[in-house]
Nanobody
Framework: QVQLVESGGGLVQAGGSLRLSCAAS????????MGWYRQVPGKQRELVAR???????NYADSVKGRFTISRDNAKNTVDLQMNSLKPEDTATYYC??????????????WGQGTLVTVSS
């Protein structure tokens, strides 16, 4: 069974930085892609950034130039470096993985989330 666990959330002042990490565990052959999403109560979960096996990346327009996603294929981890944080970045951040296992492909594996709060 594949599991994703996020860490690194917390409370920071506007303009500060945080680094989120997500570790995948279980019987994993390969992670096709991994991404970070965020959600505010009452709103839909939205894509923040995603990284593919080729290291190609996608970013939400609102975080371009401030956030950087990276992955370590050997360790099955993905990080999100968040700089110049704004109060509107406040949300619960979720890790997502498209994971290939010996039993098949699991395209929508989710972590439990980590809370990021940016104060003004």
């Amino acid at each position: 069974q594949v599991q994703l666990v996020e860490s690194g959330g917390g409370l920071v002042q506007a303009g500060g930085s945080l680094r989120l990490s997500c570790a995948a565990s279980g019987s994993i052959l390969r992670i096709v892609s991994m991404g970070w999403y965020r959600q505010v109560p009452g709103k839909q979960r939205e894509l923040v950034a995603r990284i593919f096996s080729s290291s190609s990346t996608n970013y939400a327009d609102s975080v371009k130039g401030r956030f950087t996603i990276s992955r370590d294929n050997a360790k099955n981890t993905v990080d999100l470096q968040m700089n110049s944080l704004k109060p509107e970045d406040t949300a619960t951040y979720y890790c997502n993985g498209d994971v290939l296992t010996p039993d098949g492909r699991y395209p929508l594996v989710w972590g439990q989330g980590t809370l990021v709060t940016v104060s003004s």
